[in-house]
Protein backbone atom coordinates (compact mmCIF):
# COMPACT_ATOMS: atom_id res chain seq x y z
CA UNK A 1 0.00 0.00 0.00
CA UNK A 2 1.30 3.76 -0.99
CA UNK A 3 1.40 6.08 1.46
CA UNK A 4 1.86 9.79 0.89
CA UNK A 5 2.63 12.63 3.21
CA UNK A 6 1.19 15.90 2.16
CA UNK A 7 3.62 18.54 3.99
CA UNK A 8 1.64 21.62 3.14
CA UNK A 9 2.00 25.09 4.13
CA UNK A 10 -1.56 26.27 5.44
CA UNK A 11 -2.27 30.25 5.71
CA UNK A 12 -4.13 30.22 9.37
CA UNK A 13 -7.50 30.99 8.85
CA UNK A 14 -7.42 30.51 5.38
CA UNK A 15 -10.07 27.76 4.90
CA UNK A 16 -10.56 27.21 1.15
CA UNK A 17 -7.26 28.02 0.54
CA UNK A 18 -6.07 25.36 2.91
CA UNK A 19 -8.51 23.06 1.43
CA UNK A 20 -7.03 23.82 -2.31
CA UNK A 21 -3.30 23.00 -1.22
CA UNK A 22 -4.69 19.59 0.19
CA UNK A 23 -6.72 18.69 -2.89
CA UNK A 24 -3.74 19.50 -4.99
CA UNK A 25 -1.62 17.01 -3.02
CA UNK A 26 -4.64 14.72 -3.18
CA UNK A 27 -4.52 14.67 -7.06
CA UNK A 28 -1.15 14.07 -7.42
CA UNK A 29 -1.34 11.27 -4.67
CA UNK A 30 -4.31 9.58 -7.00
CA UNK A 31 -2.07 9.99 -9.88
CA UNK A 32 0.71 7.98 -8.30
CA UNK A 33 -1.54 5.23 -7.17
CA UNK A 34 -1.25 6.33 -3.26
CA UNK A 35 -4.30 4.71 -0.66
CA UNK A 36 -3.41 6.85 1.87
CA UNK A 37 -2.46 10.86 2.18
CA UNK A 38 -1.17 12.29 5.29
CA UNK A 39 -1.89 15.90 6.12
CA UNK A 40 -0.96 17.73 9.41
CA UNK A 41 -2.84 18.17 12.62
CA UNK A 42 -5.30 20.82 12.00
CA UNK A 43 -4.25 21.12 8.36
CA UNK A 44 -7.80 22.82 7.15
CA UNK A 45 -7.13 25.94 9.57
CA UNK A 46 -3.59 26.08 10.22
CA UNK A 47 -2.08 25.77 13.41
CA UNK A 48 -2.12 27.32 15.46
CA UNK A 49 -5.59 28.86 14.85
CA UNK A 50 -5.77 30.67 18.70
CA UNK A 51 -9.03 32.17 19.82
CA UNK A 52 -10.20 31.94 16.18
CA UNK A 53 -11.47 28.99 17.66
CA UNK A 54 -13.86 30.39 20.01
CA UNK A 55 -16.03 32.08 16.98
CA UNK A 56 -18.41 28.96 16.33
CA UNK A 57 -19.07 30.65 12.84
CA UNK A 58 -15.65 30.10 12.36
CA UNK A 59 -15.71 26.12 13.69
CA UNK A 60 -19.12 26.06 11.45
CA UNK A 61 -17.39 27.38 8.57
CA UNK A 62 -14.02 24.64 8.73
CA UNK A 63 -17.04 21.91 9.29
CA UNK A 64 -18.43 22.63 5.81
CA UNK A 65 -15.38 23.41 3.95
CA UNK A 66 -14.15 19.79 4.90
CA UNK A 67 -17.50 18.25 3.72
CA UNK A 68 -16.74 20.12 0.57
CA UNK A 69 -13.62 18.80 0.36
CA UNK A 70 -14.76 15.23 1.47
CA UNK A 71 -16.78 15.28 -1.97
CA UNK A 72 -13.82 17.14 -4.44
CA UNK A 73 -11.21 14.00 -3.14
CA UNK A 74 -10.45 11.57 -6.24
CA UNK A 75 -11.65 8.28 -5.71
CA UNK A 76 -10.29 5.59 -4.09
CA UNK A 77 -7.88 7.90 -1.85
CA UNK A 78 -8.30 7.87 1.76
CA UNK A 79 -6.96 11.25 3.35
CA UNK A 80 -6.46 12.04 6.56
CA UNK A 81 -7.42 15.92 7.53
CA UNK A 82 -6.73 17.78 10.62
CA UNK A 83 -9.97 19.79 11.76
CA UNK A 84 -12.09 20.37 14.78
CA UNK A 85 -14.68 18.95 16.30
CA UNK A 86 -17.61 20.06 18.52
CA UNK A 87 -17.89 18.48 21.71
CA UNK A 88 -21.10 16.91 22.22
CA UNK A 89 -20.59 16.74 25.68
CA UNK A 90 -20.05 20.29 26.08
CA UNK A 91 -22.53 20.87 28.25
CA UNK A 92 -21.34 19.28 31.00
CA UNK A 93 -19.93 21.86 33.47
CA UNK A 94 -15.70 21.92 33.08
CA UNK A 95 -15.77 20.26 29.65
CA UNK A 96 -14.38 21.89 26.77
CA UNK A 97 -16.44 23.11 23.65
CA UNK A 98 -13.99 20.95 21.26
CA UNK A 99 -11.50 18.25 20.21
CA UNK A 100 -8.70 18.73 18.29
CA UNK A 101 -9.46 15.80 15.65
CA UNK A 102 -8.28 14.23 12.30
CA UNK A 103 -10.88 13.86 9.57
CA UNK A 104 -10.69 10.17 7.45
CA UNK A 105 -12.36 11.26 4.11
CA UNK A 106 -13.25 8.77 1.45
CA UNK A 107 -16.04 7.97 -1.08
CA UNK A 108 -17.00 11.60 -0.70
CA UNK A 109 -17.87 11.61 2.71
CA UNK A 110 -16.70 12.24 6.33
CA UNK A 111 -15.79 8.39 7.53
CA UNK A 112 -14.67 8.85 11.09
CA UNK A 113 -13.01 11.28 13.17
CA UNK A 114 -9.97 10.29 15.76
CA UNK A 115 -9.26 13.28 18.98
CA UNK A 116 -6.26 14.04 20.13
CA UNK A 117 -5.61 12.63 23.43
CA UNK A 118 -2.53 14.18 25.24
CA UNK A 119 -2.99 18.26 24.64
CA UNK A 120 0.29 20.17 25.18
CA UNK A 121 0.20 23.06 27.61
CA UNK A 122 3.64 24.67 27.73
CA UNK A 123 5.74 26.84 26.31
CA UNK A 124 3.69 28.19 23.18
CA UNK A 125 1.15 25.30 23.09
CA UNK A 126 -2.64 26.68 24.56
CA UNK A 127 -4.51 23.62 23.93
CA UNK A 128 -6.07 23.25 26.87
CA UNK A 129 -7.80 26.38 26.58
CA UNK A 130 -9.95 25.17 23.67
CA UNK A 131 -9.73 21.45 23.89
CA UNK A 132 -11.10 18.46 25.46
CA UNK A 133 -8.99 15.17 25.26
CA UNK A 134 -10.03 12.26 23.01
CA UNK A 135 -10.77 8.95 25.97
CA UNK A 136 -10.03 6.15 23.01
CA UNK A 137 -7.26 5.41 21.21
CA UNK A 138 -7.58 5.90 17.59
CA UNK A 139 -7.69 3.71 14.80
CA UNK A 140 -9.18 2.45 11.44
CA UNK A 141 -9.28 -0.49 9.29
CA UNK A 142 -7.84 0.43 5.11
CA UNK A 143 -8.08 -2.61 3.14
CA UNK A 144 -6.41 -5.30 5.10
CA UNK A 145 -4.39 -3.00 7.22
CA UNK A 146 -4.76 -1.23 11.07
CA UNK A 147 -3.43 1.88 11.00
CA UNK A 148 -3.44 3.54 14.53
CA UNK A 149 -3.58 7.70 14.28
CA UNK A 150 -2.35 9.97 16.56
CA UNK A 151 -1.90 13.51 16.88
CA UNK A 152 1.45 15.08 17.42
CA UNK A 153 1.44 15.57 20.84
CA UNK A 154 -0.01 11.93 21.47
CA UNK A 155 3.97 10.38 20.46
CA UNK A 156 5.61 12.99 23.12
CA UNK A 157 5.36 10.73 26.23
CA UNK A 158 7.31 7.92 25.44
CA UNK A 159 8.08 7.36 29.32
CA UNK A 160 11.61 5.23 28.56
CA UNK A 161 12.86 7.84 26.27
CA UNK A 162 12.40 10.42 28.38
CA UNK A 163 12.69 9.01 31.98
CA UNK A 164 9.73 10.66 33.10
CA UNK A 165 5.85 10.14 32.17
CA UNK A 166 4.19 13.55 31.32
CA UNK A 167 0.55 12.17 30.76
CA UNK A 168 -0.80 9.30 32.77
CA UNK A 169 -2.32 7.75 29.07
CA UNK A 170 0.13 6.25 26.22
CA UNK A 171 -1.22 6.51 22.93
CA UNK A 172 1.34 4.83 21.34
CA UNK A 173 1.46 1.60 24.16
CA UNK A 174 -2.22 1.56 23.66
CA UNK A 175 -1.53 1.16 19.97
CA UNK A 176 0.84 -1.00 20.46
CA UNK A 177 -1.39 -3.29 22.81
CA UNK A 178 -4.03 -3.01 20.41
CA UNK A 179 -1.57 -4.99 16.90
CA UNK A 180 -2.31 -1.96 14.65
CA UNK A 181 -0.02 -2.30 11.72
CA UNK A 182 1.09 1.38 11.59
CA UNK A 183 1.12 4.41 13.31
CA UNK A 184 0.61 7.79 11.76
CA UNK A 185 1.07 10.94 13.73
CA UNK A 186 -0.19 14.08 12.07
CA UNK A 187 1.62 16.76 13.70
CA UNK A 188 2.35 20.47 13.83
CA UNK A 189 5.29 20.73 15.57
CA UNK A 190 7.33 23.76 15.53
CA UNK A 191 11.18 24.65 14.72
CA UNK A 192 13.77 25.07 17.44
CA UNK A 193 17.43 24.16 17.04
CA UNK A 194 18.04 20.55 17.38
CA UNK A 195 14.45 19.84 17.40
CA UNK A 196 14.55 17.68 14.48
CA UNK A 197 17.33 14.97 15.58
CA UNK A 198 14.93 14.97 18.77
CA UNK A 199 11.94 14.00 17.22
CA UNK A 200 13.66 11.42 15.32
CA UNK A 201 15.44 9.89 18.30
CA UNK A 202 12.62 9.82 20.32
CA UNK A 203 10.38 7.85 17.25
CA UNK A 204 13.05 5.36 16.71
CA UNK A 205 12.91 4.52 20.37
CA UNK A 206 9.35 4.55 20.06
CA UNK A 207 9.27 2.34 16.96
CA UNK A 208 11.97 -0.27 18.10
CA UNK A 209 9.91 -0.27 21.66
CA UNK A 210 6.61 -0.90 20.38
CA UNK A 211 7.48 -2.31 16.93
CA UNK A 212 5.57 -0.24 15.04
CA UNK A 213 6.49 1.66 11.68
CA UNK A 214 5.65 5.19 12.25
CA UNK A 215 5.02 8.10 9.64
CA UNK A 216 5.44 11.24 10.70
CA UNK A 217 3.74 14.38 8.74
CA UNK A 218 4.36 18.03 10.43
CA UNK A 219 3.32 21.03 9.24
CA UNK A 220 5.90 23.59 7.26
CA UNK A 221 5.80 27.50 7.16
CA UNK A 222 5.80 30.52 9.32
CA UNK A 223 3.05 31.43 11.29
CA UNK A 224 3.93 34.70 13.10
CA UNK A 225 6.42 34.11 15.43
CA UNK A 226 6.10 30.14 14.67
CA UNK A 227 8.40 28.50 12.54
CA UNK A 228 7.17 24.68 11.45
CA UNK A 229 10.59 23.24 9.92
CA UNK A 230 8.61 20.24 7.71
CA UNK A 231 10.72 17.56 7.80
CA UNK A 232 8.37 14.91 8.20
CA UNK A 233 9.71 11.84 8.35
CA UNK A 234 9.01 7.82 8.00
CA UNK A 235 10.82 5.05 10.34
CA UNK A 236 10.28 1.03 10.26
CA UNK A 237 9.91 -1.40 13.25
CA UNK A 238 13.70 -0.96 13.80
CA UNK A 239 13.84 2.81 14.01
CA UNK A 240 15.40 3.53 10.85
CA UNK A 241 14.74 6.34 8.74
CA UNK A 242 13.03 5.07 5.06
CA UNK A 243 11.97 8.98 4.31
CA UNK A 244 12.06 12.40 4.92
CA UNK A 245 10.93 15.39 3.72
CA UNK A 246 12.52 18.62 3.00
CA UNK A 247 13.03 21.29 5.64
CA UNK A 248 11.76 24.55 5.23
CA UNK A 249 9.74 24.05 2.28
CA UNK A 250 6.50 22.32 1.39
CA UNK A 251 6.85 19.28 0.00
CA UNK A 252 5.05 15.78 -1.08
CA UNK A 253 6.37 12.49 -0.54
CA UNK A 254 5.16 8.52 -0.44
CA UNK A 255 6.37 5.71 1.29
CA UNK A 256 5.58 2.12 0.50
CA UNK A 257 4.26 0.15 3.00
CA UNK A 258 5.27 -3.52 2.13
CA UNK A 259 2.24 -6.14 3.67
CA UNK A 260 4.55 -9.03 3.42
CA UNK A 261 7.04 -8.18 5.92
CA UNK A 262 4.55 -5.50 7.52
CA UNK A 263 7.04 -2.90 7.61
CA UNK A 264 7.96 0.44 5.44
CA UNK A 265 10.39 0.19 2.43
CA UNK A 266 13.11 2.80 1.68
CA UNK A 267 12.28 6.04 0.18
CA UNK A 268 13.38 9.17 -0.86
CA UNK A 269 15.43 10.57 2.46
CA UNK A 270 16.27 14.26 1.88
CA UNK A 271 19.80 15.26 3.86
CA UNK A 272 19.24 16.82 7.59
CA UNK A 273 21.43 20.24 7.95
CA UNK A 274 25.15 19.73 8.61
CA UNK A 275 25.18 23.36 10.85
CA UNK A 276 23.19 24.50 12.75
CA UNK A 277 23.94 27.95 11.58
CA UNK A 278 22.41 26.85 8.19
CA UNK A 279 19.54 25.27 9.98
CA UNK A 280 18.54 28.57 11.51
CA UNK A 281 19.72 30.55 8.62
CA UNK A 282 16.53 28.91 6.52
CA UNK A 283 14.67 28.71 9.16
CA UNK A 284 14.54 32.45 9.73
CA UNK A 285 14.49 33.30 5.61
CA UNK A 286 11.44 31.30 5.75
CA UNK A 287 9.54 32.76 9.31
CA UNK A 288 10.40 36.35 7.01
CA UNK A 289 9.00 35.52 4.01
CA UNK A 290 5.72 33.84 5.39
CA UNK A 291 5.24 36.43 8.27
CA UNK A 292 5.43 39.29 4.88
CA UNK A 293 3.08 37.49 2.49
CA UNK A 294 0.52 35.74 5.52
CA UNK A 295 0.11 39.55 6.32
CA UNK A 296 0.10 40.63 2.59
CA UNK A 297 3.09 42.94 2.59
CA UNK A 298 5.70 42.93 -0.94
CA UNK A 299 8.39 45.22 0.70
CA UNK A 300 10.35 45.60 3.96
CA UNK A 301 12.62 48.72 5.08
CA UNK A 302 15.22 48.89 8.01
CA UNK A 303 17.88 51.31 9.19
CA UNK A 304 21.20 50.38 7.70
CA UNK A 305 23.74 51.50 10.73
CA UNK A 306 26.73 49.26 8.81
CA UNK A 307 26.29 47.64 12.14
CA UNK A 308 26.08 43.80 12.04
CA UNK A 309 22.65 43.07 13.51
CA UNK A 310 20.68 45.61 10.82
CA UNK A 311 23.11 43.54 8.28
CA UNK A 312 22.47 40.07 9.04
CA UNK A 313 18.57 41.46 9.22
CA UNK A 314 18.96 43.20 5.38
CA UNK A 315 20.65 39.71 4.47
CA UNK A 316 18.02 37.67 6.07
CA UNK A 317 15.09 39.78 4.07
CA UNK A 318 17.16 39.60 0.45
CA UNK A 319 16.75 36.40 0.86
CA UNK A 320 13.27 35.45 1.92
CA UNK A 321 12.04 38.38 -0.22
CA UNK A 322 14.32 38.91 -3.71
CA UNK A 323 16.86 42.11 -3.15
CA UNK A 324 13.62 44.54 -5.04
CA UNK A 325 11.97 43.90 -2.19
CA UNK A 326 14.48 45.05 1.02
CA UNK A 327 14.96 49.02 1.55
CA UNK A 328 17.90 50.37 3.80
CA UNK A 329 17.53 53.69 5.57
CA UNK A 330 21.03 54.88 6.52
CA UNK A 331 20.31 57.55 9.05
CA UNK A 332 23.86 59.11 9.99
CA UNK A 333 24.17 61.77 13.29
CA UNK A 334 26.64 63.96 13.83
CA UNK A 335 28.33 60.58 16.27
CA UNK A 336 28.19 58.11 13.44
CA UNK A 337 31.19 56.87 12.34
CA UNK A 338 32.42 57.44 8.64
CA UNK A 339 32.44 53.65 8.61
CA UNK A 340 29.10 53.26 9.82
CA UNK A 341 28.18 54.91 6.25
CA UNK A 342 31.00 53.07 4.34
CA UNK A 343 29.69 49.44 6.12
CA UNK A 344 26.55 50.16 5.55
CA UNK A 345 26.60 51.32 1.50
CA UNK A 346 29.21 48.24 1.32
CA UNK A 347 26.56 46.72 2.30
CA UNK A 348 23.84 47.39 0.49
CA UNK A 349 26.20 47.05 -2.39
CA UNK A 350 26.73 43.53 -1.55
CA UNK A 351 22.94 42.94 -1.53
CA UNK A 352 22.21 45.02 -4.18
CA UNK A 353 18.93 46.50 -2.55
CA UNK A 354 17.67 50.00 -2.58
CA UNK A 355 19.14 52.66 0.00
CA UNK A 356 18.14 56.39 1.27
CA UNK A 357 19.94 58.48 3.10
CA UNK A 358 18.19 60.28 5.40
CA UNK A 359 21.09 62.33 8.19
CA UNK A 360 19.18 63.40 11.09
CA UNK A 361 21.77 66.03 12.71
CA UNK A 362 19.32 68.81 12.16
CA UNK A 363 16.06 66.71 13.70
CA UNK A 364 18.22 66.29 16.47
CA UNK A 365 19.13 69.99 16.82
CA UNK A 366 15.27 70.80 16.40
CA UNK A 367 14.78 68.47 19.13
CA UNK A 368 17.59 69.81 21.51
CA UNK A 369 16.02 73.52 20.79
CA UNK A 370 12.40 72.35 21.78
CA UNK A 371 13.71 70.84 25.43
CA UNK A 372 16.24 73.16 25.81
CA UNK A 373 14.35 75.10 28.81
CA UNK A 374 13.11 71.97 30.31
CA UNK A 375 16.27 70.64 30.21
CA UNK A 376 18.27 73.47 30.84
CA UNK A 377 20.65 72.78 33.51
CA UNK A 378 20.58 68.40 33.27
CA UNK A 379 23.73 66.69 31.97
CA UNK A 380 23.43 65.11 28.20
CA UNK A 381 22.53 61.99 28.75
CA UNK A 382 20.22 58.53 27.67
CA UNK A 383 17.06 61.06 27.06
CA UNK A 384 19.17 62.88 24.85
CA UNK A 385 21.20 59.66 23.48
CA UNK A 386 17.60 57.84 23.12
CA UNK A 387 16.17 61.25 20.81
CA UNK A 388 18.55 59.97 17.92
CA UNK A 389 16.79 56.10 18.12
CA UNK A 390 13.38 57.82 18.53
CA UNK A 391 13.93 60.05 15.59
CA UNK A 392 15.01 57.46 13.07
CA UNK A 393 11.75 54.95 14.50
CA UNK A 394 9.33 57.90 13.64
CA UNK A 395 11.13 58.16 10.22
CA UNK A 396 11.13 54.54 9.42
CA UNK A 397 7.53 54.45 10.49
CA UNK A 398 6.74 57.37 7.73
CA UNK A 399 8.08 55.17 5.07
CA UNK A 400 6.28 51.94 6.17
CA UNK A 401 3.22 54.35 6.59
CA UNK A 402 3.72 56.62 3.60
CA UNK A 403 4.71 53.60 0.99
CA UNK A 404 2.76 50.44 2.92
CA UNK A 405 6.55 48.62 3.96
CA UNK A 406 6.66 46.25 6.55
CA UNK A 407 9.61 47.98 8.92
CA UNK A 408 12.23 45.26 10.16
CA UNK A 409 13.10 45.54 13.80
CA UNK A 410 16.91 44.48 14.22
CA UNK A 411 17.54 43.66 18.19
CA UNK A 412 18.92 40.24 18.77
CA UNK A 413 18.17 38.25 22.05
CA UNK A 414 21.30 39.55 24.00
CA UNK A 415 19.76 43.41 23.65
CA UNK A 416 15.99 42.12 24.08
CA UNK A 417 17.60 40.43 27.18
CA UNK A 418 19.26 43.00 28.71
CA UNK A 419 17.10 46.18 27.64
CA UNK A 420 20.16 47.43 25.56
CA UNK A 421 16.92 49.03 23.07
CA UNK A 422 14.86 52.04 22.70
CA UNK A 423 11.15 51.89 23.04
CA UNK A 424 9.84 53.95 20.53
CA UNK A 425 12.93 53.54 18.55
CA UNK A 426 15.07 50.79 17.15
CA UNK A 427 12.13 48.64 18.85
CA UNK A 428 9.96 50.30 16.12
CA UNK A 429 8.72 47.41 13.54
CA UNK A 430 6.47 44.70 12.85
CA UNK A 431 8.55 42.04 12.92
CA UNK A 432 11.43 41.07 15.13
CA UNK A 433 13.80 39.23 12.85
CA UNK A 434 16.21 38.13 15.21
CA UNK A 435 15.00 38.90 18.95
CA UNK A 436 15.62 35.01 19.52
CA UNK A 437 19.67 35.23 17.82
CA UNK A 438 21.99 35.94 20.66
CA UNK A 439 24.78 38.46 19.46
CA UNK A 440 27.13 35.47 19.35
CA UNK A 441 24.84 33.48 17.30
CA UNK A 442 24.43 36.67 14.79
CA UNK A 443 28.19 36.23 14.14
CA UNK A 444 28.21 32.88 13.19
CA UNK A 445 25.26 33.39 11.18
CA UNK A 446 27.53 35.80 9.54
CA UNK A 447 30.35 33.71 8.89
CA UNK A 448 28.55 31.36 7.75
CA UNK A 449 26.65 32.76 5.36
CA UNK A 450 29.52 33.95 3.81
CA UNK A 451 31.44 30.87 3.39
CA UNK A 452 28.52 29.25 2.26
CA UNK A 453 28.03 31.93 -0.33
CA UNK A 454 32.30 31.91 -0.75
CA UNK A 455 32.32 35.96 -0.87
CA UNK A 456 31.96 38.49 1.45
CA UNK A 457 28.20 39.11 1.37
CA UNK A 458 28.62 40.84 5.35
CA UNK A 459 31.58 42.69 4.45
CA UNK A 460 34.75 42.06 7.27
CA UNK A 461 34.19 45.30 8.52
CA UNK A 462 30.98 44.70 10.02
CA UNK A 463 32.13 41.49 11.77
CA UNK A 464 35.63 42.74 13.28
CA UNK A 465 34.94 46.23 14.51
CA UNK A 466 33.72 46.48 17.71
CA UNK A 467 29.31 46.68 17.94
CA UNK A 468 28.02 50.03 18.81
CA UNK A 469 24.93 51.97 19.70
CA UNK A 470 27.01 55.31 18.53
CA UNK A 471 24.52 57.26 20.58
CA UNK A 472 27.38 59.39 21.49
CA UNK A 473 31.02 59.68 20.69
CA UNK A 474 33.04 56.56 21.28
CA UNK A 475 30.45 54.88 22.64
CA UNK A 476 30.74 50.91 22.48
CA UNK A 477 28.49 48.14 23.65
CA UNK A 478 31.11 47.10 26.02
CA UNK A 479 31.01 49.83 28.17
CA UNK A 480 27.69 49.39 29.10
CA UNK A 481 27.34 45.51 28.81
CA UNK A 482 29.72 42.35 29.90
CA UNK A 483 31.24 40.87 26.61
CA UNK A 484 28.61 39.12 24.69
CA UNK A 485 30.64 35.59 25.14
CA UNK A 486 29.67 36.27 28.67
CA UNK A 487 26.74 37.77 28.28
CA UNK A 488 24.96 35.31 26.62
CA UNK A 489 26.32 32.75 28.50
CA UNK A 490 24.65 33.59 31.36
CA UNK A 491 21.46 34.24 29.69
CA UNK A 492 21.52 30.79 28.26
CA UNK A 493 21.97 29.17 32.07
CA UNK A 494 19.46 31.45 33.14
CA UNK A 495 16.96 31.77 30.26
CA UNK A 496 16.96 28.32 28.66
CA UNK A 497 18.81 26.03 31.98
CA UNK A 498 16.81 27.55 34.49
CA UNK A 499 20.17 27.55 36.78
CA UNK A 500 20.10 30.16 39.79
CA UNK A 501 21.93 32.60 40.20
CA UNK A 502 24.33 30.33 43.02
CA UNK A 503 24.87 27.53 40.24
CA UNK A 504 25.97 30.35 36.96
CA UNK A 505 28.25 31.67 39.66
CA UNK A 506 29.61 28.27 40.70
CA UNK A 507 30.18 27.53 36.64
CA UNK A 508 32.82 30.74 37.48
CA UNK A 509 30.76 33.76 36.49
CA UNK A 510 31.57 36.72 38.67
CA UNK A 511 29.27 37.02 41.27
CA UNK A 512 28.59 41.15 40.33
CA UNK A 513 28.06 40.75 36.35
CA UNK A 514 25.48 37.89 37.13
CA UNK A 515 23.67 39.75 39.17
CA UNK A 516 23.48 42.52 37.30
CA UNK A 517 22.50 40.33 34.12
CA UNK A 518 19.58 39.34 36.53
CA UNK A 519 18.69 42.66 37.34
CA UNK A 520 18.71 43.83 33.83
CA UNK A 521 16.69 41.02 32.28
CA UNK A 522 13.79 41.43 34.83
CA UNK A 523 13.79 44.87 34.65
CA UNK A 524 13.42 45.25 30.49
CA UNK A 525 10.16 42.86 30.71
CA UNK A 526 8.10 46.10 30.17
CA UNK A 527 10.17 46.67 26.78
CA UNK A 528 9.73 43.06 25.63
CA UNK A 529 6.35 43.21 26.58
CA UNK A 530 5.66 46.27 24.07
CA UNK A 531 8.45 44.38 21.21
CA UNK A 532 7.18 43.28 17.85
CA UNK A 533 6.56 39.44 17.47
CA UNK A 534 9.96 38.02 17.20
CA UNK A 535 10.88 34.67 15.38
CA UNK A 536 11.23 31.78 17.51
CA UNK A 537 14.25 29.73 17.14
CA UNK A 538 15.21 28.20 20.63
CA UNK A 539 13.34 26.40 23.19
CA UNK A 540 12.41 29.34 25.36
CA UNK A 541 12.15 32.82 22.74
CA UNK A 542 10.24 36.12 24.78
CA UNK A 543 7.04 35.26 22.54
CA UNK A 544 3.93 33.59 23.26
CA UNK A 545 5.78 30.47 25.56
CA UNK A 546 7.28 33.42 27.67
CA UNK A 547 5.03 35.25 30.72
CA UNK A 548 6.75 37.03 32.88
CA UNK A 549 5.33 39.49 35.30
CA UNK A 550 6.78 43.14 34.96
CA UNK A 551 6.07 44.50 38.42
CA UNK A 552 8.21 42.11 40.22
CA UNK A 553 11.36 41.28 42.29
CA UNK A 554 12.28 38.11 42.10
CA UNK A 555 15.64 38.68 40.62
CA UNK A 556 16.78 40.50 43.22
CA UNK A 557 16.53 37.72 45.63
CA UNK A 558 19.98 36.44 45.08
CA UNK A 559 21.19 37.63 48.32
CA UNK A 560 18.65 35.45 50.12
CA UNK A 561 20.36 32.29 48.91
CA UNK A 562 17.43 31.64 45.91
N1 LIG B 1 18.49 52.82 20.66
C1 LIG B 1 19.56 52.16 20.41
O1 LIG B 1 19.95 52.04 19.26
C2 LIG B 1 20.31 51.53 21.52
C3 LIG B 1 21.22 50.59 21.18
C4 LIG B 1 21.96 49.98 22.16
C5 LIG B 1 21.75 50.34 23.45
N2 LIG B 1 20.87 51.25 23.78
C6 LIG B 1 20.75 51.50 25.18
O2 LIG B 1 19.42 51.22 25.56
C7 LIG B 1 19.12 51.99 26.69
C8 LIG B 1 17.87 52.75 26.42
O3 LIG B 1 17.55 53.55 27.53
P1 LIG B 1 16.32 53.28 28.48
O4 LIG B 1 16.10 51.84 28.64
O5 LIG B 1 16.53 54.06 29.71
O6 LIG B 1 15.16 54.00 27.62
P2 LIG B 1 13.71 53.59 27.18
O7 LIG B 1 13.04 54.86 26.85
O8 LIG B 1 13.77 52.57 26.13
O9 LIG B 1 13.06 52.96 28.49
C9 LIG B 1 12.94 53.73 29.64
C10 LIG B 1 11.53 54.31 29.74
O10 LIG B 1 10.62 53.23 29.83
C11 LIG B 1 9.55 53.56 30.70
N3 LIG B 1 9.53 52.53 31.77
C12 LIG B 1 10.49 52.23 32.65
N4 LIG B 1 10.11 51.22 33.45
C13 LIG B 1 8.87 50.87 33.06
C14 LIG B 1 7.93 49.90 33.50
N5 LIG B 1 8.18 49.04 34.49
N6 LIG B 1 6.76 49.82 32.84
C15 LIG B 1 6.49 50.62 31.80
N7 LIG B 1 7.35 51.57 31.36
C16 LIG B 1 8.51 51.69 31.99
C17 LIG B 1 9.83 54.95 31.23
O11 LIG B 1 9.10 55.83 30.43
C18 LIG B 1 11.32 55.12 30.98
O12 LIG B 1 11.68 56.47 30.80
C19 LIG B 1 20.30 52.91 26.94
O13 LIG B 1 21.11 52.31 27.90
C20 LIG B 1 21.00 52.92 25.60
O14 LIG B 1 22.37 53.20 25.69
C21 LIG B 1 20.09 51.85 22.84
N1 LIG C 1 23.02 55.47 11.68
C1 LIG C 1 21.95 54.67 11.54
N2 LIG C 1 21.30 54.61 10.37
C2 LIG C 1 20.26 53.80 10.21
N3 LIG C 1 19.79 52.99 11.15
C3 LIG C 1 20.41 53.02 12.33
C4 LIG C 1 21.52 53.82 12.59
N4 LIG C 1 21.92 53.59 13.85
C5 LIG C 1 21.10 52.67 14.36
N5 LIG C 1 20.18 52.30 13.45
C6 LIG C 1 19.11 51.30 13.57
O1 LIG C 1 18.90 51.02 14.94
C7 LIG C 1 19.26 49.68 15.22
C8 LIG C 1 19.90 49.56 16.57
O2 LIG C 1 21.13 50.18 16.49
P1 LIG C 1 22.35 49.83 17.44
O3 LIG C 1 23.56 50.20 16.66
O4 LIG C 1 22.28 48.39 17.78
O5 LIG C 1 22.13 50.69 18.58
C9 LIG C 1 20.15 49.26 14.05
O6 LIG C 1 20.14 47.87 13.84
C10 LIG C 1 19.54 50.01 12.91
O7 LIG C 1 18.40 49.35 12.42
N1 LIG D 1 5.72 18.47 21.88
C1 LIG D 1 5.21 18.66 20.56
C2 LIG D 1 3.82 19.16 20.65
C3 LIG D 1 3.20 19.72 19.47
C4 LIG D 1 1.68 19.62 19.38
O1 LIG D 1 1.05 18.72 19.96
O2 LIG D 1 1.11 20.46 18.65
C5 LIG D 1 6.13 19.54 19.77
O3 LIG D 1 6.78 20.39 20.33
O4 LIG D 1 6.28 19.37 18.62
O1 LIG E 1 22.17 46.99 15.36
P1 LIG E 1 23.36 47.23 14.54
O2 LIG E 1 23.18 46.77 13.18
O3 LIG E 1 23.76 48.66 14.61
O4 LIG E 1 24.54 46.34 15.13
P2 LIG E 1 25.54 46.72 16.33
O5 LIG E 1 24.68 46.89 17.53
O6 LIG E 1 26.44 45.54 16.47
O7 LIG E 1 26.26 47.95 15.97
Redo the contacts with the bound molecule.
Keep these: MKIAIAQINPIIGDLSGNAQKILEMSQQAASENVRLLLTPELSICGYPPRDLLVNPSFVEAMDKTLHKLAKDLPANLAVLVGTVVKNSQAHITGEKNLFNSIALLENGKIQQFFHKRLLPNYDVFDEKRYFEPGLQANYFKLDDFNIGVTICEDLWNDEEFWGKRSYAVNPIADLGNLGVDLIVNLSASPYTVGKQHLREAMLKHSAVNFQQPIIYTNQVGGDDDLIFDGRSFALNKQGEIVCRAKGFISDFLTVEFNSNKQDLELGHVSPVYEYEDEEIWNALVLGVKDYVEKCRFSKVLLG????????L?AAIATAALGKENVIGVLMPSPYSSEHSISDALALAASLDIQTQILPIGELMQSFDKSLYELFAGTEFGIAEENLQSRIRGNLLMAISNKFGYLLLS???KS?VAVGYCTLYG?MNGGLSVIADVP?TRVYSLCKWLNSHQQKEVIPENILTKA????LKPGQV?QDSLPPYEILDDILDRLIHQHQSAAEIITAGHEPAIVDRVLQLLSRAEFKRRQAAPGLKITDRAFGTGWRMPIASSWSALRNIGV
Design positions: LSGGVDSAVTGNEDKPSAED
